[in-house]
């Protein structure tokens, strides 16, 4: 019997080791086949999502808290814009509102849009507290008690005090505004807080060119002098509901806790 040598064996190990190599590279195919199906359906499953959100998530219904100085459909004119599409889209709306990309409303502190269902929306504001404002520059300066720079607008906000008497020297929103009377516009604003504690709002402020603050309670104009602003408003504060519907001149500027009688003329 004829005995095979190794040479005879090794076509054998070769046509073996290619059969081997082939059935690999065919799972691999198949492996690859089903990551590029899966692939595909993901992006069709994407882009039909985001065509059912453009086209069915139209606002229809909008809902809106904590708004003051503007009325809800005022606050959704600006938040809806016939700008784009997407400015009428809840899921947009909602997306944006939560970057600091998205549109400022004058004299809001913040806005935020909330997604209640496909086509409503919850839009929540919170206005700026607004103590008073000063013509500045051809517009409108409004600040806080402080004296912080919150707005430069043209607009006018009735529930904000009018100050007058005062020359602005620089005002940067989120800054202290300062003014040729550093000492004048430390008054108006010591006035400002000290009616703010007592609920009060006065319609103007005026200082004086003495020195003098002089306020407006409607009909009714009280000389405040330049100190005890604490003690003369307070006693204000007192006689105020009694003061409604009537008109004439207070004159406290000399007014101390020994007087009891505040006289209107």
């Known amino acids: 019997m004829k005995r095979k040598t190794d040479s005879e064996e090794l076509p054998d190990e ?18 690859g086949s089903h990551g590029l199906n899966l692939i595909t359906v993901l992006i069709l499953l994407i882009a039909a999502a985001v065509t059912t959100a453009y086209f069915m998530c139209t606002v229809r219904t909008v809902h809106v808290t904590g708004n003051k100085l503007y009325t809800s459909q005022e606050i959704a004119d600006q938040v809806i814009s016939d700008d784009t599409q997407l400015r009428h889209n809840t899921v947009f709306l909602t997306a944006l509102y939560m970057t600091p990309f998205a549109p400022r409303i004058p004299f809001e502190e913040s806005v935020r849009v909330h997604m209640e269902s496909y086509d409503t929306i919850r839009i929540d504001v919170k206005d700026m507290d607004l103590a008073a404002y000063i013509p500045y520059g051809g517009r409108n300066l409004y600040f806080t008690s402080d004296g912080i720079v919150l707005e430069h607008s043209p607009l006018i906000v009735k529930s904000a005090t009018f100050v007058t008497g005062l020359s602005i020297l620089s005002a940067e929103r989120g800054m202290k505004m300062e003014a040729e009377n550093q000492e004048g516009l430390d008054l108006v ?3 400002l807080q000290i009616l703010h504690k007592y609920e009060m709002r006065a319609d103007c402020i005026v200082l004086g060119k003495t020195g003098s603050v002089t306020i407006y309670l409607e009909h009714i104009k009280v000389q405040l002098g330049r100190s005890d602003f604490e003690l003369k408003i307070g006693k204000l504060a007192q006689i105020h509901p009694y003061l409604e519907g009537r008109s004439g001149t207070i004159n406290m500027t000399n007014y101390t806790d020994a007087d009891e009688n505040i006289i209107l003329k």
Do not use: T
């Open 189 to 191: 604003l010591e006035a």
């Open 14 to 31: 070769i046509e073996l080791e290619e059969e081997i190599d082939i059935d690999d590279e065919s799972e691999d195919g198949e492996e």
